[in-house]
T-cell receptor, first 113, second 113 residues
């Protein structure tokens, strides 16, 4: 069966520090991978998605970047965090070329102080 | 531009009664719709979906209704249980499948014992 894991679960970082959130998927090949952010009153906002290794699409201009160095690994990064980067970050996957549902990871709570 | 709208940020119902969560969309290209349930500090979990060729889909206590002409869908939970208390997100996907799901802002459902 397929599983998705993301870490760390919680993170408290000072403004200006770097960020790295990692997500891996097991039990499937060539999934579509996604990073979402849930901020207060904003619902689930799509940040990045990837349909293959090295292929990243950005949905909103921001202080963050994403990379997909391996088929089932998706990384969310920042060189210098802003206060506005605080939120709950969710990694998700979906079968490639499918209109089906997304499967989400457990989430990572980022607090920037 | 909010393509999927959940206009009620919260809803409170008594245990055993019906919960009705509403969702409106603006993009006529959407043809696949999903509902997700989210508990605090966890990733959303898939609940039920419906494609545009149907107007109703039922799974146990959960039924989703789609009114394409009104660009409206609703989720009915009957009977409501305290464990149903969570945030419910409506999501939509364009025709032919897509890399992206567009989410609403969510409705927080509270079921009182």
């Amino acid at each position: 069966s397929q599983t998705i894991h993301q870490w760390p679960a919680t993170l408290v970082q000072p403004v200006g520090s770097p960020l790295s959130l990692e997500c891996t998927v097991e039990g499937t090949s060539n999934p579509n991978l996604y990073w979402y952010r849930q901020a207060a009153g904003r619902g689930l906002q799509l940040l990045f998605y990837s349909v293959g290794i090295g292929q990243i699409s950005s949905e909103v201009p921001q202080n963050l970047s994403a990379s997909r160095p391996q088929d089932r690994q998706f990384i969310l990064s920042s060189k210098k965090l802003l206060l506005s980067d605080s939120g709950f970050y969710l990694c998700a996957w979906r079968e490639g070329l499918s209109a089906g549902e997304l499967f989400f990871g457990e989430g990572s709570r980022l607090t920037v102080l | 531009d909010q393509q999927v709208k959940q206009n009620s940020p919260s809803l409170s119902v008594q245990e055993g009664r019906i919960s009705i969560l509403n969702c409106d969309y603006t993009n006529s290209m959407f043809d696949y719709f999903l509902w997700y349930k989210k508990y605090p500090a966890e990733g959303p979990t898939f609940l039920i979906s419906i494609s545009s060729i149907k107007d109703k889909n039922e799974d146990g206590r959960f039924t989703v209704f789609l009114n394409k002409s009104a660009k409206h869908l609703s989720l009915h939970i009957v009977p409501s249980q305290p464990g149903d208390s969570a945030v419910y997100f409506c999501a939509a996907s364009p025709q032919g499948g897509s890399e992206k799901l567009v989410f609403g802002k969510g409705t927080k459902l509270t079921v009182n014992p």
